[in-house]
């Protein structure tokens, strides 16, 4: 699990794992979440940081051959 701050230009801020099931997934989970663009959050009609947790779930990938996951 990841949670991070999308601020008023969409882009993943101050992004940090809360918990993991295996530590070698952390780097990975944090890397993927730090490309990701979102519209930002907007409150009152004003744009604001946004608050997210979100779980990452990694699983075996049968088209890339053994030991490759996305």
Do not use: C, Y
Request: no cysteine; hydrophobic share 40%.
């Amino acid at each position: 699990t990841v949670s991070f701050i999308v601020g008023p230009d969409g882009i993943v801020h101050n992004a940090k794992v809360e918990s993991f099931s295996q530590e070698a997934f952390a780097a990975p989970a944090l890397e993927a979440i730090r490309q990701w663009k979102f519209d930002p959050g907007s409150k009152g009609g004003k744009v604001v940081n946004t608050r997210m947790t979100v779980p990452i779930v990694f699983s075996p990938s049968a088209d890339n051959g053994p030991g490759t996951w996305f």
